[in-house]
């Protein structure tokens, strides 16, 4: 393509710039956008005239007349003074206190903090050992666990089906194969112990 325009002027303080001359195709293609920018803006003054005219099907007129209807102000209807205090209006709500911090353990853990860096307080790493034991003696039964376990994907598998989603219905009954294979191995391992015991 040629050169839009030919020759930019000389400027300076006394000599004005000439404007630039365009040769055809950039004065047709100038010409062109401006017709279009025009047809635009006058198919959007039509747009915007034609949403506010009259709907013209029924279903139009519908959501027209509701529209109408919700922007009209509506009249408010007073309450005597029996009705407000039938209602829960003049209740006051309970005050429910939050949960109570101790201030003596906080400045505890506070001067720790101060003296050490840390906020562990050593009191603390032993009562935490001290509540970690008994969770440790009360462990499940792994036997338990593995049959408690079956029953939850047998029992999802029921709701799903109840559903009509049987989808996922191959890698639950896997699972239960894979949980059914891990109780054969655990009632070896009773056995072969309950063997070696006696």
């Known amino acids: 393509m040629e050169n839009v325009f030919i020759g930019a002027g000389g400027g300076g303080l006394w000599n004005n710039p000439r404007h630039p001359r365009y040769n055809k195709e950039a004065e047709e293609l100038k010409s062109l956008r401006k017709?279009?920018?025009?047809?635009i803006n006058i198919k959007r003054k039509e747009s915007i005239r034609s949403a506010t005219s009259l709907p013209t099907s029924a279903s139009e007129k519908s959501t027209a007349s509701k529209s109408d209807y919700q922007c009209k102000p509506?009249?408010?209807?007073?309450r005597n003074a029996e009705a407000c205090r039938a209602g829960k209006s003049y209740e006051r709500e309970m005050f429910h206190p939050g949960p109570y911090r101790d201030m003596d353990d906080e400045k505890r853990r506070l001067q720790n903090f101060m003296a050490t860096g840390r906020y562990e307080d050593p009191g603390m790493s032993i009562k935490?050992?001290?509540?970690r034991k008994p969770e440790e003696a009360q462990k499940p039964d792994t036997y338990e666990e593995v049959l408690n376990e079956i029953e939850e994907r047998q029992q999802f598998l029921e709701d799903m089906a109840a559903l009509g989603q049987d989808q996922h219905s191959f890698v639950v009954k896997s699972q239960i194969?894979?949980?059914?294979?891990?109780?054969e191995a655990?009632?070896?391992e009773?056995?072969?112990k309950e063997n070696t015991d006696k």
């Open 35 to 39: 017709e279009e920018a025009d047809l």
């Open 177 to 183: 194969q894979q949980k059914l294979h891990e109780l």
């Open 128 to 131: 935490k050992a001290e509540r």
């Open 74 to 78: 509506r009249r408010t209807v007073k």
């Open 190 to 192: 009773r056995k072969s």
């Open 186 to 188: 655990l009632e070896k």
